[in-house]
């Protein structure tokens, strides 16, 4: 099945600088790869996804990046802010017809030090 | 749009009860539900799909006489753990889909502690 692994595991920053967090997926077939922002003891926020038809998205301060060759993803965060201090999740699904399961990575802690 | 509720946002049992929890969709109708588990600092891992009127489908290693998953209408979809022992202590997230969205919409999640 399809595998996610997530790096790093935490990430601090200094306030105004990009944060990249990057993922690869083991399996060709996901063409879904949705990044999610978790604050502690909440449910998961849906911030960007990408498609396998796209290789960049961007949205205000957040972009993502994928390279299917390689089977790598990132998600960059510019200029970031205090309120950017949460977990990140990139995850992988194979659904595109019909919704299909979603495989998470390990997670990144990223703190924002001011 | 897309919110999805769960109910109780914590519990505390006795280990052997068994807990329910609910998951519904306020605004769709979700065709696809998840149930996922996350230990602390830790990611969320799947236990289980379900499809509206259909069995779940468990993954690996999730005993399904353990938990078990109803989605009885699009809307709710319930996750009932039995004979809970302090080891299922987690926090149980669920989120919900429909036909032709890959996206999925997550509950506020289930704190359940077992003494």
């Known amino acids: 099945g399809e595998n996610v692994e997530q790096h790093p595991s935490t990430l601090s920053v200094q306030e105004g600088d990009s944060a990249v967090i990057k993922c690869t997926y083991s399996?060709?077939?996901?063409?879904?790869f949705p990044w999610y922002k978790q604050e502690l003891g909440k449910r998961p926020q849906l911030i960007i996804d990408i498609r396998s038809n796209v290789g960049e998205k961007k949205d205000q301060r957040i972009a993502v990046t994928l390279n299917k060759t390689a089977k790598h993803f990132s998600l960059h965060i510019t200029e970031t802010q205090p309120e950017d201090s949460a977990v990140y999740f990139c995850?992988?699904?194979?659904?595109?017809?019909?919704?299909?399961?979603?495989?998470f990575g390990s997670g990144t802690r990223l703190s924002i030090r001011p | 749009g897309a919110v999805v509720s769960q109910h109780p946002s914590r519990v505390i049992c006795k280990s052997g009860t068994s807990v329910k929890i609910e998951c519904r969709s306020l605004d769709f109708q979700a065709t696809t539900m998840f149930w996922y588990r996350q230990f602390p600092k830790q990611s969320l891992m799947l236990m289980a799909t379900?499809?509206?009127?259909?069995?779940?489908?468990?993954e690996q290693g999730v005993e399904k006489d353990k938990f078990l998953i109803n989605h009885a209408s699009l809307t709710l979809s319930t996750l009932t753990v039995t004979s809970a022992h302090p080891e299922d202590s987690s926090f149980y997230i669920c989120?919900?889909?429909?036909?032709?969205?890959?996206?999925?919409?997550f509950g506020p999640g289930t704190r359940l502690l077992v003494l």
């Open positions: 379900s499809n509206e009127g259909s069995k779940a489908t468990y």
């Open positions: 399996d060709s077939a996901s063409n879904y």
């Open positions: 989120s919900a889909s429909w036909l032709a969205q890959e996206t999925q919409y």
């Open positions: 995850a992988a699904s194979k659904g595109y017809s019909s919704a299909s399961k979603i495989i």
